[in-house]
């Protein structure tokens, strides 16, 4: 069956380089074109908005036409808005074609218009990927997409080069990212502990917060030298915030840690449960509880051959589970269950 695929980060600039899963995808079943954006996505981490503006609308809007009008067969899409534009000219144009939202995070609740839009759109879309668990039920409660389109698969992330080692001399804690991390309380943890620490986020994540002395803050810092700092830290550690409007938090930093072989300490919530297996892969804690946190840090701070066990533990896991191979497996499943049902018709 043939497919287009329409990714917001896949451009004509690094169109020949990407190649997503496609190659991934066993047998020959299926084959794949790569659609490109029109103009190359913003870098996220300098956005004054989480908020997608109207431009950036008619950009997807226009992706994800050009997306329909070349497939035979149908489309795959990355990250929520192209699936809802998509829908959306479904209903709109009367046709129909398969069309599977892979990685689909919406990362907050909201209601009103945009909830009946969403819904709208989305009743057109035939499978979800999702890579929490607990996203399968908040998307069927809250926009009403059927149980049986939802599915769980672990986010995959390409294998990292490790190029530097722990720091043994001037050893610190990392944490990295901004969305929904539980600063404060980790702040609190390390202070009390006095332990060196290094915090690579956004600036707002960190407002209206008193930042301890043990504690760095190097802002704009690229991507580069985040995976460095994460190499040679101690322990990489995954705060977050239990918010009940926050949907999903934190699991791309876990899995790059994990990858990389490092120590991870994350709070159980937000997905985090579903990428670690606590005392085994890694260590989970509960929300906002200082005290738990810092008997974790202490653990594993001061014990070199748990830290070396599980981070062996949570690399060997993330190469079996968290894989370009073991994603691609998971999307040629999916796909051969819609082709399927398709020649039913």
């Not at 080069?161 to 001399?169: A, D, G, I, K, L």
Request: charged content about 20%; overall charge neutral; aromatic content about 8%.
């Amino acid at each position: 069956m043939h497919w287009t695929v329409a990714a917001p980060f896949i451009d004509k600039s690094n169109l020949i380089n990407e190649v997503w899963l496609t190659k991934f995808v066993p047998g020959t079943r299926h084959q794949f074109q790569i659609v490109p954006r029109q103009e190359p996505l913003g870098n996220w981490h300098n956005k004054q908005s989480s908020v997608t503006g109207f431009r950036d609308w008619l950009i997807y809007w226009q992706h994800g036409g050009e997306a329909m009008n070349k497939t035979e067969g149908g489309v795959i899409t990355l990250f929520p808005q192209l699936p809802a534009v998509i829908g959306m000219q479904q209903r709109i144009s009367g046709r129909h074609i398969p069309v599977v939202a892979w990685q689909f995070n919406v990362g907050s609740y909201y209601g009103g218009v945009k909830n009946w839009l969403a819904q709208a759109s989305l009743n057109a879309v035939d499978y979800f990927v999702v890579h929490t668990r607990c996203e399968i039920d908040i998307y069927h409660k809250w926009l009403g997409i059927p149980l049986e389109r939802l599915e769980f698969v672990p986010l995959h992330e390409k294998e990292l080069p490790v190029s530097s080692q722990e720091n043994t001399t001037d050893p610190f804690i990392v944490a990295l990212g901004s969305a929904h991390r539980d600063f404060h309380t980790l702040f609190q943890a390390v202070e009390k502990l006095n332990i060196p620490t290094i915090i690579a986020s956004k600036p707002q994540a960190l407002e209206g917060l008193s930042i301890p002395p043990v504690v760095k803050t190097p802002f704009g810092i690229g991507r580069k030298e985040c995976l460095r700092m994460a190499q040679e830290a101690r322990i990489s550690i995954v705060p977050l915030l239990p918010k009940s409007t926050a949907i999903a938090a934190g699991v791309v930093t876990i899995v790059e840690a994990m990858h990389m072989g490092r120590p991870v300490i994350a709070t159980r919530c937000l997905g985090a449960e579903d990428y670690i297996e606590h005392g085994k892969t890694g260590l989970l804690v509960e929300p906002q509880s200082v005290d738990d946190l810092m008997e974790a840090i202490q653990l594993l701070w001061s014990d070199t051959a748990l830290r070396e066990r599980l981070g062996q533990a949570a690399k060997r896991y993330a190469q079996e589970h968290f894989s370009c191979e073991a994603a691609g497996a998971a999307l040629g499943r999916i796909l051969d269950k819609i082709a399927d049902k398709a020649n039913m018709y």
